[in-house]
C-alpha cells in the first residue's frame, strides 16, 4: 500500500524566533500538512522547518532549510507541500523565482491542482491585501493623531500585539475551519488533545478559542462560548 504513494517533502516556516520556540503555528502546520497528504496520495519523506523573521527583502540564502528542502524534493522528483502560501513567501516576486527551480510547491489549503499559474494570482493579491491594510493602519493613526490622540507607549505596543494576534489566528484559519461545528468549549479540548500550543504557549481555554474565531469572522454552528 506504502508503495503505491507518492514521496514528497514538508516545508514548515514560523516567522520569529518566538513562534519558533513556543512551537506557535508549527503544530498547525504540521497537522495541515498530514491530512493533505494522507488524502492525496503522498508520503512525507523529508521535512524541513525554518524559524526566519520575514523582515526585508526575502531571499533563498536566507532561508536555508527552503534551500535543502528544494534540494530534497529535486533528489525525491516529488514536490514541496506547505500549508499556507505565506509560509513560502509574503512576495509574489521570490514565489516566482522558486518556479525557476522547477520543483512543483502545493499548498494544501488550495488544493493540489492549483498550478503555478494561479500561486502567482494568488501571492498577488495577498500583497496587495496587505498594502490596503497598511494603509489603512496609516490613515487610522493620522487620524487619531489629527484628534489628539497621543500615540506611542503601550499604544504602538497595543497595535503590534493586535498585529500578532491578527497573524496567529490566519495561521490557525485552516484547523479552525475544522472545528467550526463545536462550540468554543469543545473546540478548545479538540485543540489541546492535537498538542496545539495556545498563544502563551500553554492550554486552550474557551475565551481564547472565542477571540480567535472573533478574528476569523468564523462563528460555530451551534453552541459558542455558552457552552464553557
Known amino acids: 500500500m506504502n508503495t503505491e504513494l507518492r514521496p514528497a517533502v514538508a516545508y514548515i516556516r514560523v516567522s520569529t524566533q518566538r513562534q ?3 512551537g506557535l503555528g508549527l503544530a498547525a502546520q504540521k497537522a495541515a500538512i498530514s491530512r493533505f497528504a494522507a488524502t492525496e496520495g503522498f508520503a512525507v519523506v523529508r521535512e524541513f522547518v ?23 524534493a529535486r533528489k525525491l522528483k516529488g514536490p514541496i507541500l506547505v500549508a499556507k502560501l ?3 513567501s509574503r512576495d509574489v516576486h521570490f514565489i516566482s523565482g522558486l518556479m525557476v527551480h522547477r520543483v512543483a510547491f502545493i499548498v494544501s489549503e488550495l488544493g493540489a491542482d492549483v498550478d503555478p499559474f ?8 495577498a500583497e496587495k491585501e496587505r498594502r490596503l491594510i497598511a494603509e489603512r493602519t496609516r490613515h487610522a493613526l493620522a487620524a487619531a493623531k489629527a484628534r489628539g490622540v497621543r500615540l506611542g507607549g503601550w ?8 498585529q500578532a494576534a491578527a497573524e496567529r489566528a490566519r495561521e ?7 472545528l467550526r461545528d463545536l462550540s468554543d468549549f469543545k473546540a478548545a479540548a479538540a ?6 500550543p495556545a498563544a502563551n504557549g500553554g492550554q486552550w481555554q474557551a475565551i481564547q478559542v472565542r ?18
Open 50 to 72: 525554518e524559524v526566519e523573521t520575514g523582515k526585508g527583502a526575502d531571499a533563498l540564502d536566507r532561508r536555508p532549510q527552503l534551500a535543502a528542502a528544494l534540494k530534497a
Open 86 to 88: 505565506d509560509r513560502l
Open 191 to 196: 485543540l489541546n488533545e492535537r498538542g496545539i
Open 155 to 162: 499604544r504602538q505596543s497595543s497595535v503590534a500585539a493586535q
Open 211 to 228: 477571540r480567535v474565531r472573533d478574528r476569523l469572522g468564523a462563528e460555530p454552528s451551534s453552541g459558542g462560548a455558552a457552552a464553557a
Open 172 to 178: 490557525l484559519r485552516s484547523v479552525f475551519q475544522e
Open 20 to 22: 519558533g520556540r513556543s
Open 118 to 125: 494561479m500561486l502567482h494570482i494568488y501571492a498577488a493579491v
